[in-house]
């Protein structure tokens, strides 16, 4: 059972955090094997174990396909929040950087479990909410460096 104070589960005692986790299935996932990709339906959310995802995002990069590492997620780490975020629809790309082992939850139990204990959901969609906000600080940067690039090329 993860612990409490890992990003999904800050907040929640060890009875509610082990309740959570029984709603998920341990699943193993190979190195190089994808878990989701760009646009995909969400229907589901994932805790790491053990083990590295990268989450990347196709770009055309001189006419061909390329996955740009946005950021990596690791044990104790949450990837997949689009599950429980309309639209629903996973946002970038997600593969499995080394052999992982990860918690899959899907989304139809989490909300049945939510309608019955709102306090963990307003619990678990706040920290949800922090993954969130740390993923827009990423695009943030990248976005504020591909400017400084753009306007130092305009203006030499």
């Given at each position: 059972?993860?612990?409490?104070?890992t990003e999904l589960?800050?907040?929640?005692?060890e009875a509610?955090a082990?309740?959570?986790?029984a709603l998920?299935?341990?699943?193993r996932v190979?190195?190089?094997?994808?878990l989701?990709?760009?646009g995909?339906?969400?229907?589901r959310?994932?805790f790491v174990?053990?083990?590295?995802?990268?989450?990347?995002?196709?770009?055309?990069?001189?006419?061909?396909e390329?996955?740009?590492?946005?950021?990596?997620?690791?044990a104790?780490?949450?990837l997949g929040?689009s599950?429980?975020i309309?639209?629903h629809?996973f946002?970038l790309?997600?593969?499995a950087a080394?052999?992982?082992?990860?918690?899959?939850?899907?989304?139809a139990a989490?909300?049945r479990h939510?309608?019955?204990?709102?306090?963990i959901?307003?619990?678990v969609?706040?920290n949800v909410?922090s993954?969130?906000?740390?993923r827009?600080q990423?695009?943030?940067?990248?976005?504020?460096r591909?400017?400084q690039?753009?306007?130092e090329a305009?203006?030499p």
């Open positions: 059972m993860p612990k409490p104070q589960f800050r907040g929640l005692t509610e082990g309740a959570l986790s998920g299935t341990e699943t190979a190195a190089g094997e994808t989701f990709r760009l995909d339906e969400a229907d959310m994932f174990l053990r083990g590295r995802i990268t989450l990347t995002l196709p770009m055309m990069i001189r006419g061909s390329e996955d740009v590492l946005v950021e990596e997620r690791a104790g780490e949450t929040w599950g429980l309309p639209p629809r946002t790309n997600a593969t080394v052999d992982s082992t990860l918690l899959v939850f899907p989304r989490l909300l939510f309608a019955v204990h709102p306090d959901a307003y619990t969609v706040r909410g993954v969130i906000g740390h827009l990423v695009f943030q940067t990248m976005w504020i591909e400017m690039r753009s306007v305009r203006y």
